[in-house]
């Protein structure tokens, strides 16, 4: 809802309305802190018709929060917008996000066209210093995106590709992120800057035929049509003809940069390359040099938007100095000059603005300028909630004053409707733009305000959610949330590189060599030659010292197919040898005895009573809508789950399992609530006292507006509060108890426990999990694992153990940019105090416990205004969770620790990652090192450092090439993520399956399992037989239909998954459908490989062995036919002979068949002699 009433109310007070007067030309505006700015900006901004205002904030997240304020503000028309900073300096080799280029675009777009628009709306633009001091290149805020219409033909289909490349979009075979295009065909996919979802043009000649959005998980199209959609360039510099041609000059001048030059020159975009804009673009420029000459600025906390600037300038020449010597040691010039490169200093920002006015808005009168004051005074917070807030808002109504209570969502104006109630504080709420006060009542409405204020002079109270339920309201409200993108939870398509391990189901671990097209024939000597794709494959040599054996596997058997993923490389297997099937009978036997142990326990779980929540209050509701995050995909879905489970009388056992930072928190904040509206209580037990404090803080600012308890129960209460909080847990004073394994005491005793939720149940030791055990009896429980559970398990013991995955990452969270290099202390310098300069803090891994002290030592000489700590598994436990909590609670900036931050830890407010001697880790252990930064809105930095003066190993080289080229959210590397699914699987499975996964593989492991449960819930399908099935026809996916290796292997997976007996009826339809929709209409040899498809499960469920084209006959081998099929076989093809001891039927083949014909044909001999069995009716 709008409050722009309440700046509407105070333009009406007279002393307000003359200090803003007296300030219209510029000064200092002295007003309390809080929301007073916001309110006097929306209040500024609005006394004239088509005013254009620049609010300026110190930081990022003073900018997010108050631009949210002001579209609550505002009047209806008014625009807000925000004009972001990059997450990167502007030197550096790393590209700022595509998301934040558009929305700085945007905001100097509007800007610039605002000062050649007489008739323009109201605009506010909000920006932090950080974003002003940086120069920009003025042609983005001229440059005019192509808008993409259905049905329009404008532009052709080249001169489309021909703007996204100069419109700075990458080129790939696949789309996933923002700011990528792929072409196949007739059909464009391009993921816009500032879209919720990529889009698909579909184009009939240079027509766009049809426009639709499409979801990144599985590049469906989804069902409803866009008409129209501007395509904003992905990137702040342009790669125009000019660019282009300034690279392919420069690129012998700086051989350092040579590669990245070369790139532009060829019109690719490339990671980094707006470091390059001072030698390519030309004259740079201030960004308020480009408002309009009637724009006013407003400058929010004068003193610190200087300091702000003063460090911004200091910190980024340090990191141009550490350019200067890395490229002195390359021997290279340094790629840009100090002057070029340098933030602009406060000054320079004034000059630029000048002869605009500058108000600033200070809380003290600093002095140097004319100031006015306005009268206004502090609201008396105290404790947020106390008795004190509330006796003030009943005082100030009696008093006449207008009172306002602003609340984010509907249940909290209910709730504080329920507190004034209780109080005897006459209220009412009014949703209403422009609501009528009735003196002696407090209104309460809708909106997004951090703070309160008051103006005695005009009578006015304002009192937000902070003031009274101590929780300010969020930075970025659910309304302003773009709609998270699903990401990859399908099981991994097969994607292969020559070398990688693959394992066949009949012969064994081979190795992938390529992806081969042969021209084929059937045999005999009128046969016909067709050309097929095959996998090839090297197995172990059959003679000692001989090339490997190789195998040719077609592309219509790559269900057969799995890569190898172990803790160890494989030994190749001999083919034909019976190693392999010895095995394979030996984790198959495990596996059956893992089903058995698996199933018994859900029989156990199914027959003990438990207790049937109640389906959710008006208050559960409530809690909800005040989550101030849009729910991700996984994490609604989960939720649907844990409530479902709850209200079954059956005790839940259900595991979450989802990276740090992905929501899991959130699913336990509502399932422990909805539990506690039932009376029951909740015990939430995490294995450190670091994740209790963390998970305390949460619940408690969730359960802020509500009567609920929530108590802590760790080492760091006293005994005395420890005492009470017992004693509250056995007379149920206590609601929700979050604590260490000293819950699982015997002293600690509940009145009514009906939830337990465990964090991280894999990191208790034995004795505590009997404890657990104990606890569990006819109790729902929810654990939650950071460990990812792989996909196929999940799907595998789905009704066996209830699982949820939350693989799906939330949308404001930026991939990790990382930088791979030599270790320099004045590169290592500047990342700390870059960090700082965001008010951040650093992770320093050094994995030698002997010199830690050194290092941490030489940290703080080189920043000494960093706070330095050190953690390593050999301090006592007492002190490591001590420093690992002052950490968190930011009394030190900078941790030196070895690799035991490596799980469990969410320090949200940890951007940087400095690792040294990089290459010393595997991949997996630098990929979960990497993912504890970039947990909060900030861009997350990885710095991996070798020593250069060490030799590298070729595998350590790889690693670190690897992670730099993958950053992916929720995913990181497949090796990296298999190796930790492995120990997901382990911590579910139980660890003496783990040399049965090595044996075989952990696909096809997971595969066995899935089979074995099947069998055991009596949900088996039909055996799949062995079938050859060769014909003299051309089906194949063609290169010009897709030309990408990996996404034609993706295809004929999913085609050769389809036939498996237990695929769904319609499975292949759905892959004929995905590819229409994905590459447009399938080409002939296409459609012939759907038909040899079909054929594949027809033959397969009928028993067949061969159905193979041999010269001018069809041989099948099958089930003995019965005599009344062997006349009805000569009978309708008068040549066909049966051998009924082998079973073989030989059918003439017309001499004119050739693909659809032939496979019609085959399948009308099938249908004839192998008819499907008739489905009988029991009521027949």
Known sequence: MSLRFIPSWLTEDDAFAQALDATSEGGQ????????????????????????????????RESDSLRDQLRSLVEEGTEVLDFPAWETLPHERLSPHPETTARRRSALRALWQAGRNPRRNSLIVVASIRALVQRINPEIARFTPWI?????????????????????????????????????????????????????????????????????????????????????????????DTVKA????????????????????????????????PLLVGTLVAPASLAPEDAVFIEVSSQKVAARAEILHHTNREFLQAAWEAAALTGTNAPVDLASGDFLSRDEVLASVSPRPWISLDSLDTG????????????????????????????????????????????????????LGERDIPHRSDDSPNPSMTPGVVLIVQGALAEGLWLPGAGLVVVSEKELFGKAVSASPRSNRTLATKRTRVVDPLQLSAGDYVVHDTHGVGKFVELVSREVSTGGRDAIKSLREFVVMDYAPSKRGGPPDRLSVP???????????????????????????????????????????????????????????????????????????????????????????????????????????????????????KAVQDGKQVALIAPTTLLVKQHMETFQERYAPFPVVVRALSRFQSEGEAKAVIAGLAEGSVDVVIGTHRLLSKSVAFKDLGLIIIDEEQRFGVEHKDSLKALKTNVDVLAMSATPIPRTLEMAVTGIREMSTLATPPEQRHPILTFVGPYHEAQVVAAIRRELLREGQVFFVHNRVSSINKVAARVAELVPEARVAIAHGQMPESELEATMVDFWERRFDVLVSTTIIETGLDVTNANTLIIDRAEKYGLSQLHQLRGRVGRGRERGYAY????????????AHDRLATLAATTD????????????????????????QAGHIQGVGFDLYLRMVGEAIATFRDDVAPGQSELRLELPVDARIPLDYIDSERLRLEMYQKLSGAVAPSSPEGAIDDVVEEMR????????????????????????????????????????????????????????????????????????????????????????????????????????
């Open 29 to 60: 505006l002295v007003v309390p802190a809080g929301a007073y700015a916001p309110v006097v900006a929306s209040s500024a901004a609005q006394r004239g018709a088509g005013s254009v205002t620049v609010v300026v904030c110190a930081t990022g």
């Open 148 to 240: 993409a219409l259905e049905g329009s033909s404008e532009h052709s289909l080249g001169e489309w590709v021909s703007y996204l490349l100069e419109a700075a979009y990458q080129r790939v075979d696949l789309v996933t992120r923002r700011g990528e295009f792929a072409l196949r065909g007739g059909i464009l996919d391009v993921f816009p800057p500032l879209s919720d979802h990529p889009l698909r043009l579909d184009f009939f000649g240079d027509t766009i035929e049809n426009m639709t959005y499409f979801t990144v998980s599985d590049q469906r199209s989804l069902p409803d049509h866009v008409s129209s959609l501007s395509l904003e360039p992905a990137r702040e510099m342009l790669i125009t």
């Open 246 to 277: 300034k690279a392919r000059e420069l690129a012998g001048e700086y051989p350092g940069l040579g590669t990245l030059l070369e790139k532009i020159a060829e019109g690719i975009p490339s990671e980094g390359m707006e470091s390059l804009q």
């Open 368 to 419: 140097d300028v004319a100031s006015v004051r306005v009268e206004a005074a502090a609201l008396p917070i105290g404790t947020p909630g106390s008795e004190e807030i509330w006796d003030f808002v009943a005082q100030r109504a009696r008093a006449g004053d207008r009172v306002v209570c602003v609340m984010a969502g509907h249940g909290l104006i209910e709730r504080t409707g329920d507190l």
């Open 555 to 673: 592309t219509d058997q790559l269900h057969l197919l799995s890569h190898y993923v172990g803790s160890d490389q494989p030994t190749l297997s001999k083919m034909g040898g019976s190693d392999w099937a010895a095995t394979k009978g030996k984790a198959r036997k495990a596996v059956r005895e893992l089903a058995v142990d698996l199933v018994k326990l859900y029989s156990a779980r199914m027959s003990a009573p438990g207790f049937a929540f109640s389906p959710d209050t008006p208050w559960q509701r409530e809690l909800e809508e005040a989550f101030p995050f849009v729910e991700t995909p996984d994490q609604l879905t989960t939720i649907d789950e844990v409530k479902a489970d709850m209200e079954r009388p059956i005790p839940m056992d259900r595991l979450i399992a989802g990276d740090v930072g992905f929501g899991k928190t959130e699913v336990a904040v509502r399932a422990a609530f």
């Open 944 to 955: 991996l450092l070798y020593d250069q003066d060490l030799p590298m190993g070729e595998n």
């Open 969 to 992: 959210l929720g995913g990181g590397t497949r090796i990296a993520l298999k190796d930790l699914e492995m120990r997901g699987a382990g911590n579910l499975l139980g660890a003496e």
């Open 1077 to 1180: 929709d994905r590459y447009g209409e399938l080409p002939g040899a296409v459609t012939t490989l759907v038909l040899v498809t079909r054929l594949r499960r027809t033959a397969m469920t009928r028993g067949l062995s061969d159905v193979i084209v041999m010269g001018n006959k069809l041989r099948v081998v099958g089930p003995p036919l019965p005599d009344s099929l062997q006349v009805r076989l000569t009978r309708v093809y008068p040549r066909a002979t049966y051998m009924a001891p082998a079973r073989v039927a030989l059918i003439p083949v017309p001499e004119d068949y050739t693909d659809v014909a032939m496979v019609t044909f085959v399948e009308g001999v099938l249908d004839a002699l192998y008819p499907p069995p008739v489905e009988v009716n029991p009521a027949d």
